[in-house]
């Protein structure tokens, strides 16, 4: 079994500003955290006069644009990529699993990992801040170290755009259990150094594409109370994405409709993108349940309080029950 190092924020900022060619690398269906975060640390690098590199398995979803389209085009490499880097540092990336055939094409090998997730899988020398509400928290204290450590003469509004953007989408609006006193000081903290948290809210929560009501309409439809209506789920089989016309990133809002039914103390939501049977679930806890444990017992993991995982059933109808039994016992 390999040994990884746990780095210190000093040494995590030293191993950064050694002047290699990276590639900076994060999850699949990628959030505000994980595209905020990752341009984030680019731009970082770019102060530093490193050249880096921002890739995804999976393209920077519509709304998220605004962090990335005036740094880098796409982030989705060619099928057979060499990519010719000296280094590869993954954000917000809690297992080698999340990172989809990005892995594969980095042959396994990633340097550094720098994350949140209290669960996971470590698969690199690593940075991993459990009591961050995000893994912007973490870049933002990095941007901050390297400026007392005379790396850094400034931090730019790009920095400061991107981090309040994974700031505010990992805490749904500074609304959820993981924000911190921490968290608002820094948020506060963006907002006095220019942080244009208006436009970005409004990007985050209250700009959805027509598919996107369409998909929570969806949602609203097929919304289902277990548990004397202590478990809300919603599904979204394959028919319906046909039949709506939906795609992967439709769906990221679709747990906000679980999640506000009322004395309801877990949300869930299971989505099949395509025909194999295969499906994603996306877990909320408005309670003392941990989700995370639940969804590792599946193979997967996040937080506490919102977490997620990959189940393998007949249908969907199979996976919603086989999740639900799994909650009902942790109740």
Not at 133 to 141: K, M, Q
Not at 197 to 222: M, P, Y
Request: aromatic content about 6%; proline content about 3%.
């Amino acid at each position: 079994m390999m040994s990884f190092k746990t780095l210190t924020l000093d040494e995590l900022c030293e191993r950064l500003c050694e002047n290699k060619k990276t590639l900076i690398v994060y999850h699949v269906r990628s959030d505000a955290d994980a595209v905020g975060s990752a341009f984030a640390l680019k731009e970082i690098f770019r102060l530093l006069g490193i050249p880096a590199v921002c890739v995804c398995a999976d393209e920077v979803p519509e709304r998220l644009k605004f962090l990335s389209e005036d740094t880098q085009g796409t982030v989705v490499p060619p099928d057979g990529a060499e990519f010719g880097h000296e280094r590869a540092i993954s954000v917000d990336s809690a297992s080698p699993a999340q990172l989809g055939s990005i892995f594969e094409m980095l042959r396994r090998d990633v340097d550094i990992m720098i994350d949140h997730h209290g669960t996971g899988t470590v698969y690199a020398d690593n940075y991993i801040d459990a009591s961050a509400s995000a893994t912007g928290e973490i870049i933002y204290a990095v941007a901050k170290r390297l400026v007392e450590m005379g790396k850094l003469l400034h931090i730019t509004p790009k920095i400061i755009n991107c981090v309040y953007a994974a700031i505010s989408s990992d805490t749904g609006g500074f609304r959820y259990a993981n924000v911190t006193p921490a968290t608002h000081r820094m948020a506060a903290e963006l907002v006095e150094a220019g942080a244009d948290s208006v436009d970005i809210n409004h990007r985050l929560f209250e700009s959805k594409t027509l598919k996107q009501v369409s998909a929570e309409g969806e949602a609203a439809r097929r919304l289902r109370l277990s548990c004397d209506g202590k478990i809300a789920s919603v599904t979204i089989p394959y028919a319906s994405m046909q039949y709506l016309g939906l795609n992967e990133e439709s769906l990221e809002t679709v747990i906000d409709i679980p999640r506000t039914v009322g004395g309801a103390m877990v949300a869930i939501s299971v989505r099949q993108p395509k025909a194999e049977g295969v499906f994603r679930v996306s877990m909320r806890s408005m309670s003392a349940v941990d989700v995370a444990a639940i969804c590792k017992k599946f193979g997967g993991g996040g937080h506490v309080r919102a977490a997620g995982c990959t189940i393998e059933a007949a249908d969907i109808d199979e996976a919603e029950n086989l999740i639900i039994a799994a909650v009902m016992s942790a109740i």
